[in-house]
DNA sequence: CTGAAAGCGCTTACAG
DNA sequence: CTGAAAGCGCTTACAG
């Protein structure tokens, strides 16, 4: 490998001085500064990063670590949060966590390593009672689902807010008996837990008594494990008129399921979402759903880091974006 | 911060010791890594990732610089290289190019910079004419649209062959004016011209005159751009019967325009994409498509750059995976 | 405008 | 079983 002292040997000067002209440092006369130049193209040389960032303490690399990168929303999410992290001449480098605890707990761990100036993690499956290991002297923002009262900033979605505003607007259009379609409610604080919150007080405010079994629980959050719950429901005789989907990705299986049945959207049972994924509006029936505001957790999530980064010491910040509700053709009356 | 020459003096031992015991090396007495083990603990000390890198000139994770991580195909592409990273004990990190030719040389640079042990390349914004550039002294598989007979290992997505048999498909299913969707055909080996050719192929196969008014330029790969593409084309009293899409992506702006035209597909028009990606066969109608054995190519990329990282010097490789043919809803005959 | 030297935090032969 | 010392490749006060 050519390092800097080579190109300090071939052009006889000191390592110093192409040091400066790497990092375009003035004080360098044009005439050396073209036989560096010339020599670094000459040697091919390039900067080793590793060595500049142990010398820097900086790496202007933020990491972001999603729980699956192949979920359309944490595509589009990692693209905003790209597209943030560019104001601030910030490189993002995206992780998969795979949904477990462990593994963000090692996203932690391994930013604090310094292979990033911070870190943006989008927590499922950390919860309240790791509240201690999140005492981290190193800029993280959480992200996403859970609310913590932790240590850390915490831009959260508008979970409980938004699945109210969803339940709301289908009994708006007239559906009186409404399934939800979620994970299992293990915990008080996951999305599941969180969005059934949202849907009990809608109905509640309706004055619609709950019905335990029109509540579907998905082992997996999936359009497989929707589609089979919702023909399931169906052959058992389950009476609805309209479902709320914890995910637009769970609802891509539910219009499926309804569309094999030859049950009518929004005609018979009127369906939304949750997150408005790109491809929802492309569906057809386009699909309905809650827009929690991507745009706005990512600069909001950037932001914060980068006050972090910058040595901000004040008190966690708790920070709930608002949301959006999205009607399309899956809850429209005609 | 904490480093490891604060453990060595509080727990009254050498660095060297300390690092031994971080790295569980044998020869350490028991009692000694108790010892050390309790002041790493209490002292809450990790290991400097950066000082490690620079010393051992391995970093054990692997960078794969996509165009776009916000597109559901390069989603999955990115899962699935993670999942393989992981049989090699191999971190993976994702970055964007944003289709720019400049960016991806930037990632060939950065990793050069020894952020990795090696680079995923998902190129296309470079051409045949940055082979010069490409002559990296550092593990680099290039992936996917463009065949390049560069200094690289490349592992090459079945374009022009995939294309030929999604047309040869909507032939044989009885469509004898199929309408070609994708962007402009600037260049001989970027996926549009790789994929069209293999439409060009399948009409010529079949003895169907070529049609230029069937072909439909986007400015860009968008739903949004697809959907507006058919609607002038109908406006424009365009007859069809068939449409393949370059790409699942785009064929979802094509099929919301044909239901929004009152078009019935598959009845009056087939439709077919290509990528098979995850939510496709969700659609209503669900939609065929070009499954390029995605996989296949990150198991293929994968093994590759880890042969090259082990230090393998022989000739570079080209591997074209195969395709498969998803014959779905949009495509029947009923 | 340029240089000699120290040091970022770690690991690794080399000794003992 | 443990240590002293060199060095990974860079940058940065400090001098001149």
Sequence with gaps: ?????????????????????????????????????????????????????????????????????????????????????????????????ERSRENELTALALSRLRMYDGLILSAVGLGESDVDLLRVDFPVVILGERIFQGPLDHVATPNEDGAHAAVQHLIERGCTRIIAVHGSLSDDTDVSSLRHAGYRRALADAGIEEDSRLTLTLDVFSPEAASAAVHQAVDAGLQFDGVFCVTDYVALGVLRALADLGISVPDEVKVIGFDDVESSRFLTPSLSSVNPSKDLIAAKAVDLLVDRIKGATGDPVEFVSPYALMARESTAVR
């Design 1 to 97: 490998m050519v390092t800097i002292r080579d190109i300090a040997k071939a052009a006889g000067v000191s390592p110093m001085t192409v040091s400066n002209v790497l990092n375009s440092r003035p004080h360098v006369k044009d005439s050396t500064r073209a036989r560096v130049l010339q020599t670094i193209d000459d040697l091919d040389y390039r900067v080793n990063i590793a060595a500049r960032n142990l010398r820097r303490g900086k790496t202007h690399t933020i990491g972001l670590a999603v729980p699956e990168v192949d979920r359309p929303y944490f595509g589009e999410l990692g693209a905003a949060i790209i597209e943030n992290g560019r104001r601030h001449d910030l490189n993002v480098v995206i992780e998969q966590t």
